[in-house]
Structures are given as structure tokens and as C-alpha cells.
């Protein structure tokens, strides 16, 4: 089955400064992979897709990057704010027909002031 | 719109009674709708997901079944609870273009005792 891992439960940074977050996976090659921003005690929200034949995004101070042969996404933050605080998870989809995602457990990033 | 209304968001039940979350969404009709659950410490589990009214499909083996009577309504029902029931559900819907995009409600609390 596939498994994806979020390497890092979490990551503390200095507000300004740049946070990546490192997604992995094995036993798949999905057709595209998400990042969603969870805040506590609320649902995930959308940020980013990426799919297989690209290899970078951007949205504003957010960038994804997409390695299928590495299997790995890199998520970065630049000129992070302490408002980016928040645990961030990474998704693919499972497969078929019908848009299932699987979640990594999330990094809980904490910028900062 | 994407939104998406579950209740109740805070629930304690014993173990052994019946539970029964709602979830209602808005937007186009047919949407796939989704049921998640976040335990502690774990990622997100997919447990049931509907392309359908009256279709659902079950995702892992348990003590949970859900059902869409409706169209835009969505939900997930017990017999009888377990401590292992204990979590936080969320309600998710495709996007209307399904371009593979989730949006999550607010999510409902659920404690075991």
C-alpha cells in the first residue's frame, strides 16, 4: 500500500526566513499530490496541486516542487509570518476514478516573531 | 460555493450508544462527498466516500457505516460506539470541476467516554 511521510512532526522558524516541508512517498506514482493548511480545531483548507509532469508551482509566497523520481514534494514559505503557524499536510491521490486522497500526518510549523 | 455545515461540532458519548453526524454541503449537484477521521496523532483516515446518492463506498473495515439520502447531504452513523470511535470527522466535498481539490466542514468532535 502506499505511505506517504511527512518528515518532520514539526518545525520551528524565525519569522523572514524561508520554511520548507519535505513530503515522501513509496509504492506509488501518483497523478498529482496537495498541500492543505490545517489550523486547530478546524478542517484543512487548500493551498497547492501539483501534477506529475510539473515540476514547480508558486502561489504567492508559497512554492511546491514536485521530484517523481525522488518521490518527494518540497513545500516552501517565503518571508514566513508568524500567521503561517499551522500543521500543513501533504496529499496524493489513491487512484480510480474517484479523487480519494491519502494524508500524511502533517508538519506543525511554528514561526516565530 | 463551496461551503460545507456539519453538526453537532462537539459530541461525548458513552460507549455502546448510537451516533449519527451530519454533514450538508452547497454548490453544484452530484458532488463526491467524503467522510475523514483525524485521531490523535494520526493522519487522515478516509473512511467512507459517495459519487452518489445511495452509493457509498467503505474504505476500511469498522463500526461505522454512512449513507446519502440526499443529493447534498451526507451522514455517518453507528449502532454502538467504541472507545476507538473517539476522534475529529470531517466532511469533505470534491470540487465542482473535479480537478481533485477537497474542501473539508468545520468537523465534529467526537468523544468516547
Known amino acids: 500500500s502506499q505511505k506517504i511521510e511527512q518528515n518532520s512532526e514539526a518545525l520551528n522558524i524565525q519569522e523572514g526566513k524561508t520554511a520548507t516541508l519535505t513530503c515522501n512517498y513509496t509504492?506509488?506514482?501518483?497523478?498529482?499530490l496537495q498541500w492543505y493548511r490545517q489550523d486547530p480545531g478546524r478542517g484543512p483548507v487548500f493551498l497547492l496541486l501539483?501534477?506529475?509532469?510539473?515540476k514547480e508551482k508558486r502561489k504567492e509566497r508559497l512554492k511546491v516542487t514536485f521530484d517523481t523520481t525522488l518521490k518527494q514534494s518540497l513545500f516552501h514559505i517565503t518571508a514566513s509570518q508568524p500567521a503561517d503557524s499551522a500543521t500543513y499536510l501533504c496529499?496524493?491521490?489513491?487512484?480510480?476514478?474517484?479523487?480519494?486522497?491519502?494524508f500524511g500526518k502533517g508538519t506543525l510549523l511554528t514561526v516565530n516573531p | 460555493s463551496q461551503t460545507i455545515h456539519q453538526w453537532p461540532a462537539t459530541l461525548v458519548q458513552p460507549v455502546g450508544s448510537p451516533l449519527s453526524l451530519e454533514c450538508t454541503v452547497e454548490?453544484?449537484?452530484?458532488?463526491?462527498l467524503y467522510w475523514y477521521r483525524q485521531a490523535a496523532g494520526r493522519g487522515l483516515q478516509l473512511l467512507f466516500y459517495?459519487?452518489?446518492?445511495?452509493?457509498i463506498s467503505s474504505e476500511v473495515p469498522q463500526n461505522l457505516s454512512a449513507s446519502r439520502p440526499q443529493d447534498r447531504q451526507f451522514i455517518l452513523s453507528s449502532k454502538k460506539l467504541l472507545l476507538s470511535d473517539s476522534g475529529f470527522y470531517l466532511c469533505a466535498r470534491g470540487a465542482d470541476a473535479n480537478t481533485g481539490e477537497l474542501f473539508f466542514g468545520e468537523g465534529s468532535r467526537l468523544t468516547v467516554l
Open positions: 509504492n506509488y506514482s501518483p497523478a498529482y
Open positions: 496529499a496524493l491521490e489513491s487512484g480510480g476514478s474517484n479523487y480519494k486522497l491519502t
Open positions: 454548490g453544484t449537484s452530484n458532488p463526491n
Open positions: 459517495s459519487v452518489g446518492i445511495g452509493q
Open positions: 501539483i501534477r506529475e509532469n510539473e
